[in-house]
């Protein structure tokens, strides 16, 4: 497993540009990875599970679909109807 911070913040820096698009492409290696991220779209567009946390713990999981689509969890609603 491959533990990698948001790109994100890398994004966002504006003396590094272009540099997030040098992240590795994990769905096309063979590298197992779990990126961590608050961007909402990337985790929609390149998840294979998402997982949503709350005060340590994690709070829902499921596939993107279904996560994006019909979260369980009333603080994931919350955020989602924030951030969508």
Do not use: W, Y
């Not at 590795?24 to 590298?31: L, M």
């Not at 929609?44 to 709350?54: A, H, I, N, S």
């Amino acid at each position: 497993v491959l533990l990698c911070a948001s790109s994100s913040a890398v994004l966002a820096d504006s003396k590094a540009p272009g540099l997030g698009d040098k992240m590795p492409d994990f769905s096309v290696t063979t590298i197992d990875g779990s990126k961590f991220t608050h961007e909402m779209g990337f985790a929609k567009e390149v998840g294979t599970r998402v997982l949503f946390m709350d005060e340590g713990l994690i709070a829902e999981e499921n596939e993107p679909k279904e996560f994006f689509e019909n979260p369980q969890n009333p603080r994931l609603q919350d955020f989602l109807s924030k951030v969508l």
